[in-house]
């Protein structure tokens, strides 16, 4: 609503479907993000939303067995078709539900990214590892030690390592699974209003089981069921006492069997 | 398989037979405890065994004042059956064993690891299965067939294509030590690899990272200490193997000067002059002392390997 240009389409998913071998798990689903908003997706355990993201990204290429059909595009390119597929991961920046601290420096694990894209000036390395570090609310905690191992991180602290990760290739898109299971509530909320300052520059998927934070934050929330779209609409009908899906509403005030 | 009778008087016969077998079950357990107990205690026994009677052998010739322990190690000149001036010195044999070595890690680290990097990052399912295969029977060929290819087809081979006036030499050796230890570097350091757990691959290529750069930047990071492990065991292996190092070598007490000079190793020493030393005589008991050398050597590299290996599993 605050967006003006927020019709055009940054991601677009037509009828895809997704498979583990012989289950199916997405079963042809469509829906597009518009760019530059927050869209919220919500939806039981086994509902297919971290296997979404990661046909968004392409890193369901790594799990043997999978066959994904329909199509996705960004900025009105078949992801599957990209020439530079590495470009397009760079493009997307994923926090994934469970914190993977690297085992490697936390300055390296910031660095990766943008070393691997090519940049290899120290000073802009630092800046973007001081820069990314801040976003994700845990500068503070470790500027005294950026040299020692990111596995030694507690677990909220990792977890906020991989959104500072996540943010370090300067995405466009920036996918959130369940980032804040492992983080303090004070700490969700100084990342929220982080999510809010970034809006501005990119386009932001939050999956979440808090449904409360989509409504916090989500221009538009999905609800995701057994790998089906039940309801995509504004947050505020999704959240209101009438939204089109009765199912909707029995989820959100959580008597959802 | 259904047993009707077995309704009625099931209770109270179950309630003994549950009681009987505990009681089995417990002295069961006290043999099998003290039986494994014995097991691993006989691991350290017989090792002590080997190093004593090793050190017991070799220990008259260290109170013996014509002999030079200074000497023995620093003195390249070995004429144990001279008439006149009989000289122990095992230099040169030290330097064969270690250029032997050398030569054979040169070749087989980055042949091993590489292996390990393709068949754990790099190959499909089936290849990968094919080649552990393979590398497993590569494991199984008898160190003499080793010494035998290098006596005949190897050293035909750099005869050949070197022009060297002798195939059997330490180039020779090299690298039918480096074809013994690549299967025990890859199948170890792909285990290294393996043990990285896929949500680091899955996380880095997320970031748009390239299967080389995640190698590179994450994987050998994370597995260095396995990978090390790999290396130093192999070495092991290069110090301690002797019969295809014998055939391959071309047997000359010689400290080497290039890699197609012919070379001696201690353990091809002992192996080849053991038979004709009269029990008990010096160069018997100098020959044990070459052991208790060896024995050393190994003992350090597996120290060094095992206690790497420590780091990891602490991790
Ligand atoms: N690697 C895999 N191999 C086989 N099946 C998988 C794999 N990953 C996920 N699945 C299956 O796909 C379905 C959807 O899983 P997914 O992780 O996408 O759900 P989710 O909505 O993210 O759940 P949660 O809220 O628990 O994270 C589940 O039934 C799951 O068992
Ligand atoms: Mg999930």
Redesign the pocket.
Known sequence: MVNVPAIEKHIEVTGLRLS??M?E?LHGISFDIRRHEILGVI??????????LRCINRTIEF?PGTHVSGTITVDGEDVRKVRDVYALRRKIGMVA?LPVGLPLSIRENVALAPRSAGLTRKGDLDAIVEQCLRQAALWDEVKDRLDSLGTKLSGGQQQRLTIARALSHQPEILCLD?FSIAIDPVTTMRIEEVLKELRHHMTIIL?T?LTQQARRLADRTMF?WKGEIVELDTTDVIFSAKPTDPRTRDYVEGVFG | MTEPNSATPAPPAFAVRAAKRAAWAVVGEKILEALVYLCGFSAIVFVLGIFLFVFKEAFPILANDNFSLTQFLFSPEWYPTSEVNKRYGVFAMIAGTCSVTVLAMVIAVPFGLGAAIYISEFCGHKTREILKIVIEFLAAVPSVVWGFIGLTVMSRLIVQYTGAPVGVNMLNGGIILALMCVPIIVSISEDALKAVPDSYREAAIALGVTRWQLVWRVLLPAAKNGLLAAVLLGVGRGVGETMAVLMATGHAVHIPNSVFDSVRTLTANIASELGEAPAGSDHYRVLFLIGVLLFTLTFAVNLIADTIVRGIRRK
């Open positions: 583990y071998g289950k798990v939806g039981p355990a086994q509902s297919g939303k971290t296997s979404l799990t539900p369940e999956v089981n995701l």
